[in-house]
């Protein structure tokens, strides 16, 4: 069991930052990747964050939609992961939420352990 809990949504104006955190608790062993995903319109959560927490190293894989303004992140010492989201775009306003999952991947179906969310609004 796997709980996540996100925070640091807000309302920012285009171009200007916002640095969202996932608390990590439970057991991580068999779900080591973390996930950041946002839910934009349409049925589906788009995935555009990944990185492997466990151990050294640390992989990450983002989605072309973000690569070169998003970074993920973690902090071992305070069982949280990051991520950081610079330049924003209107474009990226959405309900943002981490989840913990076995493969390193951006599909949703590869993550079972989910947060509640945190809101991002980006102002034009």
């Known amino acids: 069991e796997v709980q996540l809990v996100e925070s640091g949504g807000g309302s920012v104006q285009a171009g200007g930052s916002l640095r969202l955190s996932c608390a990590v608790s439970?057991?991580?062993?068999?779900?080591?990747?973390m996930g950041w995903f946002r839910q934009l319109p349409g049925p589906e959560r788009e995935g555009i964050a990944t990185?492997?927490?466990?151990?050294?190293?640390?992989?990450?894989v983002y989605a072309d939609s973000v690569k070169g303004r998003f970074t993920i992140s973690q902090d071992k010492s305070k069982n949280t992961v990051y991520l950081l989201m610079n330049s924003l775009k209107p474009e990226d306003t959405a309900m943002y939420y981490c989840?913990?999952?076995?493969?390193?991947?951006?599909?949703?179906?590869?993550?079972?352990?989910w947060g509640q969310g945190t809101q991002v609004t980006v102002s034009s």
């Open positions: 990185k492997y927490i466990v151990g050294f190293g640390g992989s990450t």
């Open positions: 439970g057991n991580i062993t068999t779900n080591p990747y």
């Open positions: 989840a913990a999952g076995g493969r390193r991947s951006l599909a949703e179906a590869d993550f079972g352990y």
